[in-house]
């Protein structure tokens, strides 16, 4: 993949003006007097709307707004391409800034996205329009609005912001979570690169999914090669699809019986291993014991695969660990500290849950720069905003409610991996305050939990 970068490029710098009847201080924001602004490539040039403004650094916070037009001419982007910024630098102290457009659906101007503080790029555009055939490019322009803190210090100021391309991969027709060891779709999770972000369907139920690939980083930010492509979109899947031993899914304990395609007619074998059961509201009882779903936890039904994040409110189902463990023996107790086998699961054949042991999976992921998931307020934006987290809330039948619960301000996400008694799983959790790494007590067996898969 190759990434182009343009950047804008705000210097401020003060001077000292002193009228001798009024004695006003102030500083004078200047910006470059370039003409356009560098690029890595020819993908993408970026030119600024350069103006000159007065502030007085003792009043009240100003805000600067800033415009830049940015063309995006890629001739490998025949599936569209995603276009993001970041604030490369910032010498401003508490300073901030928001980025919106009439052209973009994500950051609009009536709404536009606040830029991370910590140097996370975010995505402002996404396009599937043929990207190559466009002989001028597609040109965007971009409103910038930088707020400053009153009472700034004089000094000289820089706040940099830095655009990046990159290219849907090309996908001619639809491709299949189930298929991804196939060679034709092996560039959709290779290693070689990272953040990558496409749309993939489940072949049991023909339910769309966001997955990318996402290396993974260690806590001091070096790559640690926990390198995989991840969901990033709500499992949704309860056996309510086909099921072909053609297709060889011997994970799949929870295709229905009855629900098989007219090419076979054989039942999935693994259909009585353990009786799917599924809750849908109310407060029945949940166990460890057998497999439970919750199937209406309310939101979205349906995934807008033209903008990931309009997503917000695609809950998918909630699951307890039995059930999302494939209802295997092993998962399904509390009495002995048996971890289970990372097959089978719930997940499409191929993929499999996060594991928090011997190399926390959850970690190497929110580690990443392009994600940056810290335990903060910031860490939870990123993680909503890089990988499309929800707050789908938890199912819960006791343990501190009855029903549904926290939906709309907590986030969890189950591992495969045990925790620190027979009855506790490693977890990922999200809410405005932060987010919460896995840690092993932090879930039991029993409560309803979205999944997130994994696959190689």
Request: hydrophobic residues 30%; proline residues 4%.
């Amino acid at each position: 993949m190759r990434k182009d970068y343009g950047k804008i490029t705000i210097n401020l710098i003060s001077v000292f003006i002193i009228f001798a009847f009024a004695g006003i201080i102030a500083g004078r924001i200047l910006e470059s007097n370039r003409q356009s602004s560098i690029a890595a490539s020819d993908n993408i040039t970026v030119t600024d709307n350069y103006q000159v403004s007065v502030v007085d650094q003792s009043s009240a916070e100003q805000v600067i707004t800033r415009t830049s037009t940015v063309t995006v001419k890629d001739p490998t982007a025949t599936s569209g391409y995603h276009l993001t910024a970041r604030i490369a630098k910032n010498t401003i102290p508490e300073g901030t800034a928001v980025i919106g457009s009439s052209s973009s659906t994500i950051c609009s101007l009536a709404t536009p996205c606040a830029l991370p503080t910590d140097n996370t790029a975010i995505d402002i555009i996404t396009t599937n329009n043929n990207n190559a055939i466009s002989g001028s490019g597609d040109t965007t322009e971009w409103q910038v609005k930088i707020t400053i803190p009153a009472n700034t210090d004089e000094s000289n100021y820089i706040l940099d912001i830095e655009y990046d391309e990159h290219k849907v991969p090309d996908i001619t027709s639809v491709i299949y979570m189930q298929d991804l060891a196939l060679v034709e779709n092996s560039l959709l999770c290779q290693n070689t690169i990272d953040k990558v972000r496409t749309v993939l369907v489940d072949r049991r139920n023909n339910q769309s999914y966001y997955v990318e690939k996402i290396f993974g980083y260690a806590s001091n930010g070096e790559p640690n090669g926990i390198n995989l492509c991840w969901m990033e979109t709500n499992l949704r899947y309860a056996g309510n699809g086909t099921w072909d031993t053609v297709w060889g899914y011997i994970d799949d304990r929870y295709a229905a019986s009855g629900n098989t395609t007219l090419a076979n007619q054989t039942p999935n074998p693994n259909d009585t291993a353990r009786p799917l059961t599924v809750t849908t509201s109310g407060s029945a009882a949940w166990s460890m014991t057998a497999a439970h779903i919750h199937t209406n936890p309310g939101g979205s039904t349906t995934l807008d695969t033209n903008n990931p994040r309009n997503n917000t409110t695609f809950y998918g189902y909630l699951y307890n660990y039995c059930s999302a463990m494939g209802g295997q023996s092993t998962a399904c107790q509390g009495t002995t500290i048996t971890q289970p086998s990372q097959s089978p699961t719930i997940c499409p054949a191929g993929w499999r849950l996060p594991s928090a042991s011997p190399s926390n999976e959850f970690y190497a992921m929110t580690n990443n720069p392009g994600i940056n998931a810290t335990n903060s307020a910031q860490g939870s934006i990123n993680l909503r905003n890089n990988f499309l987290a929800t707050y789908s809330g938890l199912y819960d039948s006791g343990f501190f409610v009855y029903g549904l619960a926290s939906q709309g301000s907590v986030g969890a996400y189950y591992s495969s991996t045990i925790g620190g008694n027979a009855t506790w799983i490693w977890a990922l959790g999200i809410a405005d305050t932060g987010v919460g790494g896995g840690g092993p007590n932090g879930s039991n067996k029993y409560l309803g939990y979205a999944l997130r898969c994994v696959s190689e």
